[in-house]
């Protein structure tokens, strides 16, 4: 694919000053950087190009050859190798501090422990809880209600999630001045690490809650009602909104999250939207045909046809018997006749099974069954 114009990647004239070319890639390789787009190939495309385009125009020597001959005037200067040594120094580009482009990347600051630029630490979300439910067959395929009871991190009623005691109250941290962090400048970077003394939060409590030792959570146990859709699968997550933990500082509550195991049943089997069950019925039901009564997993008894002539393994179709699906429609309840050989015969039953075999005749040279027939069938 041929190459853009560096001028119109950055979105400036041939006119703009360095500065405009700056503020031009800065606001690029925000919106496009591959950690805040992870498999985003598109996005690490535009970056790239974004950063090549900024590494000529941004050097007076480049940009002056680039305007006078195009892409064949850079080759061979570093444009397109994405060589940062050229840059002075990287607070250059991003306007003063790194920690600035890193926190637009990752949404707070380059610590990544939610600590704001001169301020205490804003609500964070709390953790999201996992919890594994077994439901027996039946109620996966037409749904149920289920009452779980699990343990999780709540405000604490006695301090209101300040984590302090009445009457006390939170002071700025004196080590970080309530920025939750510690930083140190190293070459070109301007590093972070978490405050020593406050932990990050920015603040610290003279007097804490004796209730939560100045948490401002406690763990209690939580029971709510988990409704089971009709049909679900063995595997599926059901997500639970603000169902988990209480967020730190007063921040929102993660999730909850359900894993359904199903138990297998002892008469029914499942795929997709389709149930199966297998019947034994007798060599003269086979012969001849004749009728089945057959209970479906929702226990309504139903009257089944055995065409005759039926061999071993036949399957029945009863329509729309099976899992539930949108719309009110439903699987199909598949029946596979199991032919039984009597062990043990009377006299009389022998003696007519032996007449009836020299009635029809018995072939003692039989040539073998195609195995598409036995997979078809």
Do not use: W
């Not at 020597?61 to 305007?67: F, I, N, T």
């Not at 949404?107 to 422990?113: K, N």
């Not at 045909?289 to 399957?315: C, F, H, R, W, Y």
């Amino acid at each position: 694919m041929a190459k853009r114009d560096y001028y119109e990647v950055l979105g400036v004239q041939k006119s703009a000053s360095k500065d405009d070319i700056k503020k031009a890639y800065r606001k690029l390789a925000v919106a496009y950087h591959p950690d805040k787009n992870p498999g985003n190939k598109e996005a690490e495309e535009k970056f790239k190009e974004a950063t090549e385009a900024y590494e000529v125009l941004s050097d007076d020597q480049k940009r002056s050859a680039y305007d006078q001959l195009g892409f064949s005037g850079v080759d061979g200067m570093g444009g397109g190798q994405h060589d940062f040594s050229n840059f002075k120094d990287f607070e250059d580009i991003f306007g003063g501090d790194i920690s600035d482009f890193l926190g637009n990347i990752f949404g707070g600051g380059a610590g990544g422990g939610g600590a704001r630029r001169g301020g205490a630490p804003g609500p964070r979300q709390g953790a999201n809880l996992r919890y594994d439910l077994e439901i027996p067959f039946k109620d996966a395929v037409f749904g149920t209600k289920v009452e779980i009871s699990y343990s999780r991190q709540v405000s604490c009623p006695a301090c209101k999630g300040s984590g302090a005691e009445a009457g006390s109250k939170k002071k700025i941290c004196p080590t970080c001045n309530g920025t939750g962090q510690i930083r140190q400048s190293t070459g070109f970077f301007s590093l972070a690490s978490t405050c020593h003394t406050c932990g990050g939060d920015g603040y610290v409590i003279e007097h804490p809650c004796k209730e939560c030792n100045g948490a401002g959570t406690v763990k209690m146990r939580h029971t709510i009602m988990v409704t089971i859709p009709a049909g679900v699968e063995n595997g599926r997550r059901m997500v639970l909104r603000s169902q988990g933990d209480a967020g730190p500082n007063g921040g929102v509550c993660g999730d909850l999250y359900v894993f359904i195991r199903v138990k297998p049943h002892d008469f029914f089997e499942r795929d997709g939207a389709d149930l199966y069950c297998a019947v034994p019925i007798s060599i003269t039901q086979a012969t001849l045909g004749g009728n089945l009564q057959v209970t479906t997993l929702d226990g309504k008894t139903v009257k089944v046809k055995i065409p005759a002539g039926s061999s071993n393994g036949k399957l029945l179709r009863l329509r729309e018997e099976g899992v539930p699906m949108t719309l009110g429609k439903r699987g199909d309840f598949y029946i596979k006749l199991m032919v039984q050989i009597p062990v043990k015969l009377s006299a009389k039953g022998r003696a007519l099974l032996e007449e009836f075999s020299k009635l029809e005749g018995e072939n003692e040279k039989p040539n073998p069954i195609p195995i598409a027939s036995l997979r078809a069938g």
